[in-house]
């Protein structure tokens, strides 16, 4: 099996997959019109979402370590793609939510095991750099698909984006059932499960890099969860006149996701994540505290997602060097916390929306950012690179 066709298939897999999660975000507004409800009660739809990646993507590292990463690839995208197309014939909120659900659980399948399987063939020399290229091309699709995805709802409403995304996840399908390696994976006689987790729970640094993940997720998908909803909500814009917006804050991830290749490899890396994420609070509570230009507020929300999104890859980088043969399960591990962070984002998001408007966004972000960069002064800052 061709090694650029594989990656090819974890690439498109992982973009794919990363659009497919974050869809709902600018189409909230069109949501909670047609079923008659508020922004922030259809901003749950990204907490269902979540909450349901959050339990696969922490259940399934130990299936992909023992039987293989082929078979995990092609579940996950058959459950994804059903979902999605499902989600786009919904009549009401609550069964959207359930089909949201389904988009979780498959969702939460590919991340792991796509990360897990690129660190098997990559030397530990270039892992880090491989993780943070793989990453970055995967949040291309906040700046190409979502924006795209917004202006199909323009044209042709919200439950057009979905369909479309549900056929090129179909594609997807196929593509890794053609170009997926099939001799890879240890069988079902050296399947275990609980072990893997006690192993890497025992690891103090392991321990302190989920908590650190979880608190700058929560920054991050409260940031972007409700990016959106603000710019409508606050400036006037369509659904289709957020696409630019969103692109170029999207744009912020690639630029977060390469940026952490360079920083992975150096020996203050969790020091330097500490600050990016510090730097990145503080652009979050002005984007939603102070009455900027449009141009200003997507100017800081770029700034804000690319510092919010240096962190990730950097953990990553860090759970593959410190799990051995449990890489899958390590990288799942951090997945949940990305996951339960996303829940924290949207949920505790919805809440103070609700409660104090999207200021008390801002603040929330800022407070999750302040809080990882404590653990990491506390418990992470001899995190040094392996050779």
Excluded at 143 to 171: E, K, N, S
Excluded at 242 to 271: D, E, Q, Y
Excluded at 295 to 308: D, E, G, K, N, Q
Aim: net charge positive; glycine share 10%.
């Amino acid at each position: 099996m061709s090694q650029f066709r594989f990656i090819v298939a974890v690439a498109v897999a992982l973009f794919v997959t990363q659009a497919a999660s974050l869809m709902v975000a600018p189409l909230l507004v069109d949501i909670a019109l047609e079923f008659d409800t508020s922004v922030a009660v259809a901003g749950q739809l990204a907490t269902a979402t979540f909450a349901a990646w959050a339990i696969s993507v922490v259940t399934v590292g130990p299936m992909s370590d023992s039987f293989g990463r082929r078979p995990v690839a092609l579940t996950g995208l058959s459950l994804l793609c059903i979902g999605t197309l499902a989600s786009a014939f919904a009549p009401n909120l609550g069964t959207l939510m359930a089909f949201r659900v389904l988009t979780g659980l498959g969702g939460g399948m590919i991340p792991p095991n796509s990360l897990a399987a690129i660190a098997d063939v990559v030397a530990p020399s270039r892992r880090a750099q491989a993780v943070g290229g793989i990453m970055a091309f995967n949040t291309l699709s906040s700046v190409i698909a979502i924006p795209l995805l917004a202006v199909a709802a323009q044209w042709g409403g919200w439950r057009l984006p979905f369909v479309i995304t549900g056929v090129t996840l179909a594609a997807c399908v196929v593509l890794n059932w053609f170009w997926f390696p099939k001799n890879e994976g240890s069988g079902l006689k050296d399947f275990t499960f609980f072990s893997r987790y006690r192993t890497l729970l025992a690891i103090p640094i392991f321990r302190a890099a989920i908590v650190v993940n979880f608190a700058q997720r929560m920054a991050f998908f409260g940031l972007f969860s409700y990016l959106a909803a603000y710019l409508i909500d606050a400036y006037g814009m369509s659904v289709g006149a957020v696409a630019l917006p969103l692109a170029f804050a999207g744009l912020g991830r690639v630029v977060g996701s390469w940026m952490a290749g360079p920083v992975a490899i150096r020996k203050n890396r969790m020091t330097l994540v500490a600050l990016f994420s510090l730097a990145g609070g503080i652009a979050a509570l002005l984007l939603f505290l102070v009455d900027f230009p449009i141009w200003a507020v997507v100017a800081i929300a770029f700034v804000a997602v690319t510092m919010l999104s240096i962190g990730w890859p950097v953990l990553i980088t860090l759970s593959t060097e410190v799990s051995g043969q449990s890489r899958a399960t390590g990288v799942g591990m951090l997945g949940f916390s990305n996951q339960t962070g996303g829940v924290g984002g949207a949920a505790i998001g919805g809440v103070v929306l609700a409660a104090s408007g999207f200021p008390g966004i801002g603040y929330l972000c800022l407070g999750a950012a302040i809080f990882s960069s404590v653990v990491i002064t506390l418990f992470m800052r001899k995190a040094v690179p392996q050779n």
